[in-house]
């Protein structure tokens, strides 16, 4: 079984400061991959990033990079120089490479509000 | 442009009715999916599907049914037993089917109010 945990339900941040939203996992899969995804009020699910448990480097998709600490087994987002637009509920996913159907696994969520 | 698309938005029913979720994919993915996210929470499976006439069970299947007839479409129904339906419902596609690095597309979701 594989668990993603978020222990931020709501995070403030300044606008144009940076934020670290955090997220920790469990699996026993050899290989797993981990995402984030944005989903703003309207309701839509936005892919942002994926980190493969076998990358060395972190991934960095624009403004968002992905500090991935393997011995902690924690996935945590970082998004630098916050816009207004980044308010929204942010959740941390996870597929396991034994798991069937290697479905998608989501934590609770962060909900960011930045504020001007 | 290429995408998923759930309809309807918004759709209302009276318990007891059963009611179908449409979803439909113009990406040529193998692999469909249906979520289930209630107020504050996370995304829940409901099924799955990997390949046409083929689908599985997710976490919370009881009181749903599902059909792949095509690859581009992935229709729920919400049936009577489904005891506590009012949700929102997200449906999704995924290019390498199962491989564990692929991540999965979204539609816009439909919420469901069942009164």
């Known amino acids: 079984a594989q668990k993603i945990t978020q222990t931020q339900p709501g995070m403030f941040v300044q606008e144009k400061e940076a934020v670290t939203l955090d997220c920790t996992y469990d699996t026993s899969d050899p290989s797993y991959g981990l995402f984030w995804y944005k989903q703003p009020s309207s309701g839509e699910m936005i892919f942002l990033i994926y980190?493969?448990?076998?990358?060395?480097q972190n991934a960095t998709e624009g403004r968002y990079s992905l500090n991935f600490q393997k011995a902690r087994k924690s996935a945590n987002l970082v998004i630098s120089a916050s816009q207004l637009g980044d308010s929204a509920m942010y959740f941390c996913?996870?597929?396991?490479?034994?798991?069937?159907?290697?479905?998608?696994?989501f934590g609770g969520g962060t909900r960011l509000m930045v504020k001007p | 442009d290429g995408g998923i698309t759930q309809s309807p938005k918004y759709l209302f029913r009276k318990e007891g009715q059963n009611v179908t979720l449409s979803c439909e994919q113009n990406?040529?993915?193998?692999?469909m999916y249906w979520y289930r996210q209630d107020p504050g929470q996370g995304l829940r499976l409901i099924y799955y599907s990997q390949i046409v006439n083929d689908f599985q069970k997710g976490d919370i299947a009881e009181g749903y049914s599902v059909s792949r007839e095509k690859k581009e479409s992935f229709p729920l129904t919400v049936t009577s037993a489904q005891k506590n339906p009012t949700a929102f419902y997200l449906c999704?596609?995924?290019?390498?089917?199962?491989?564990?690095?692929?991540?999965?597309?979204f539609g816009n979701g439909t919420r469901l109010t069942v009164t």
């Open positions: 996913a996870m597929r396991g490479s034994n798991n069937a159907g290697n479905m998608l696994t």
């Open positions: 999704a596609s995924s290019s390498r089917g199962s491989a564990y690095n692929s991540p999965l597309h």
């Open positions: 980190q493969g448990s076998y990358d060395q």
């Open positions: 990406l040529n993915h193998d692999a």
